[in-house]
């Protein structure tokens, strides 16, 4: 179901962070660099590895566009990079020079959040890059920050445990101590959840720590209170601390990354570990999923990223079969479209396949002619096999739209099969009439 297809051995030193845009894979580490991955083929780009600080670099993050990426360090300095060109954009340094250890663009990407091993966190204007509003929480270092999907307040953590929620103000909204020997990450669920007891909207977040725990949270937005955060439950995959959590752009999934050396998925609907994979030698530091493929990235003190894909059928679409039957006709968005590119082995088509707008519907009209005439795919071969993939889908709409068992048809003509014998070689064989 999930598959290491590339591991990134580049560093020299514990990998802190790795984080997705659309297209490339950023990765940071003690060695004092970043460095850039094209996601169609994971080679470094030509201005990689990223070099301005003159410190351990804890934390990277793109802005939503993915032109921007933003890289924070012991130096004191959150630094903004141009993607396409690796030139320094701006150079932000903490008020108090404490080292930086978190940095997080809003989903607008007009502010970005730096926290440091101080206790203060600022916000910045992201174009200007000036300081915008600056605070502090009480006790411990920040660590961790995860802004909420509108953008109205974000969540910082800390060493010593507390969860902290802020708008977009700077004023403190609210605090309570989630782990007891601190926290090392935060995360929330960009997916809306709807509760149909009451008709509201509310967001999961996720909340790790140094007590071996995945806390979820429930974060709904009122018009009395303006929010309300809720305990949920606690998630026990890990012997060891927690040092990484993310949830999944569709919102199905969880990842985790811990001192135990292991890296955990689970389906968010039902709490379950759908895999657990151990391919890491030393602790796991930090785990990031694509938003719009099938893959996901950890980093560890093995001074390695993972780079991990599912298979398009995996659990984590959390979907029954009437669901499924639905996601492969005209349901499907652009985004889906991509991630089923990708799990095909199809990747370098996704840039092709969005430019042209092709969404499930699309997908499913395409013809030897439109591929070559309209998508412009010169290769004979690669035409041929998208054709073979989206022949077998629609086989699959059929197969689920029907709610015959896969196993009931022939192979070869999709019929279903009739009067099957046993033979004495505990073989079954099928007579078609």
Same mark, same amino acid.
């Given at each position: ?89 701006? #150079?932000?340094? =903490? ?8 940095? @997080? ?95 509201? =909207?509310?967001? @999961? ?49 969880? #990842? ?8 955990? #998925? ?15 030698? @030393? ?40 669901? =499924? ?57 690669? @035409? ?50």
């Amino acid at each position: 179901m999930v598959k290491l297809i590339h591991t990134l051995a580049d560093h020299g030193d514990d990998v802190n962070c790795c984080a997705f845009s659309s297209s490339l894979l950023a990765t940071c580490s003690l060695d004092k660099t970043i460095r850039l991955y094209s996601l169609s083929d994971f080679t470094e780009l030509p201005h990689s590895p990223l070099k301005f600080h003159t410190y351990a670099v804890h934390c990277c993050c793109f802005s939503p566009s993915g032109h921007v990426l933003a890289s924070c360090s012991t130096d004191g300095t959150t630094v903004l990079w141009n993607t396409h060109n690796g030139e320094t954009l701006a #150079v932000m340094e =903490q008020p108090t020079g404490s080292p930086v250890r978190v940095c @997080r663009f809003s989903p607008d990407s007009t502010c970005l959040v730096s926290g440091a091993a101080d206790g203060t966190v600022v916000l910045w204007n992201a174009q200007t890059y000036k300081l915008y509003r600056c605070g502090s929480v009480k006790d411990g270092s920040l660590v961790a920050c995860a802004f909420s999907p509108n953008g109205n307040l974000f969540v910082t953590g800390s060493s010593c445990g507390d969860l902290t929620v802020w708008d977009d103000k700077m004023r403190c909204l609210h605090s309570e101590k989630a782990h007891d020997l601190g926290i090392t990450c935060c995360d929330f669920s960009s997916q809306p959840v709807a509760d149909g007891e009451q008709g509201l =909207q509310f967001f @999961r977040l996720a909340s790790c720590g140094q007590d071996c725990q995945i806390k979820i949270w429930v974060v709904s937005f009122t018009h009395i209170l303006g929010f309300e955060l809720k305990y949920k439950s606690t998630l026990n995959g890990h012997c060891a601390p927690v040092l990484a959590c993310a949830f999944s752009h569709n919102g199905q999934m969880l #990842v985790s990354g811990s001192v135990d050396k292991s890296v955990i #998925v689970y389906d968010t609907n039902t709490e379950n570990i759908l895999h657990t994979l151990t391919q890491h030698t @030393r602790y796991v530091t930090s785990c990031a999923f694509a938003p719009n493929t099938l893959l996901f990235a950890t980093g560890s003190m093995d001074k390695t990223v993972n780079i991990w894909q599912f298979d398009l059928e995996t659990p984590c679409q959390a979907r029954s079969t009437e669901d =499924q039957a639905k996601q492969f006709t005209e349901d499907w968005s652009e985004d889906d479209v991509s991630m089923w590119l990708c799990a095909q082995g199809l990747s370098d088509l996704v840039g092709i396949f969005k430019m042209n707008n092709i969404d499930g519907r699309e997908l499913l009209n395409l013809t030897k002619e439109s591929l070559a005439d309209d998508l412009k795919i010169e290769s004979l071969g690669l @035409r041929s096999k998208v054709l073979r993939k989206i022949e077998e889908l629609r086989t699959k709409v059929k197969t689920l739209s029907s709610g015959i068992p896969d196993e009931f048809l022939c192979p070869i003509t999709r019929e279903i099969m009739k009067d099957p014998v046993i033979a004495s070689e505990q073989c079954t064989s099928w007579i078609f009439t």
